[in-house]
């Protein structure tokens, strides 16, 4: 039972460069969710994708891009990183987006220098 | 948007006594969530709540939900060391049904 799996589970970029976090799961969910968490301020929604083939804004969306590459994968782009984002990002995914358990996957610490 | 904010943002206190924490959102909630986050880990649910007034119980953890569908309260009776963590309430936005957190609340605990 792999859950939801997140690679990598560090990184660490230099200003400017680009890099793509991986987030698949394999229960057979709907919805999935980019997460970035910093201290003091919760789980701030980036991307959601409600089904396969959709994707939505959440709060934070600036400077990220997404892709629903099939119902399994939902992939996090950053295109020319900046310090501010450095952070924890999550993946998530639910049967039905809001009204079911989210499932986390382990999280990707990454460090922008 | 809709907010949840969560009160308080750290509590600390001894092994044993009671800890709660509480959550309220800007606009009804079809159901709250709660989760637990460890420290280093990624957030694991606990709880939905659904209906009005609605009060689940999951050994020294209760869980309430407001009448009016727009709090809920955590309260952790005689606390241990393996409370320690984060928790995070949660509900849907209305209309797009986005999952929106808490700030957490960070418990720890002196033995």
């Known amino acids: 039972n792999a859950g939801v799996t997140q690679t990598p589970k560090f990184q660490v970029l230099k200003t400017g460069q680009s890099m793509t976090l991986q987030c698949a799961q394999d229960?057979?969910?709907?919805?999935m969710y980019w997460y970035r968490q910093d201290p003091g301020m919760g789980l701030r929604l980036i991307y959601y994708s409600a089904s396969e083939g959709t994707t939505d804004k959440g709060e934070v969306p600036n400077g990220y891009n997404v892709s629903r590459l099939n119902k399994r994968e939902f992939s996090l782009r950053l295109e020319s990183a900046a310090p501010s984002q450095t952070s924890v990002y999550f993946c998530a995914s639910a049967y039905l987006e809001g009204n079911t358990e989210a499932f986390f996957g382990q999280g990707t610490r990454l460090t922008v220098v | 948007g809709q907010q949840v904010m969560q009160i308080p943002q750290y509590q600390h206190v001894q092994e044993g006594e009671d800890f709660t924490t509480y959550c309220n959102s800007s606009t009804t909630l079809s159901n709250i969530q709660w989760y637990k986050q460890r420290p280093g880990g990624h957030p694991v649910f606990l709880i939905q709540l659904v209906k009005s007034g609605e009060v689940k119980k999951q050994k020294r953890l209760t869980f309430q939900f407001g009448e009016a569908k727009k709090n809920s309260s955590l309260h952790i009776t005689a606390t241990q060391t393996t409370d320690v963590g984060t928790y995070f309430c949660?509900?849907?936005?209305?209309?797009?049904?986005?999952?929106?957190f808490g700030q957490g609340t960070r418990l720890t605990i002196n033995p």
């Open positions: 949660a509900g849907p936005e209305s209309g797009a049904q986005k999952l929106v």
């Open positions: 229960m057979n969910h709907n919805s």
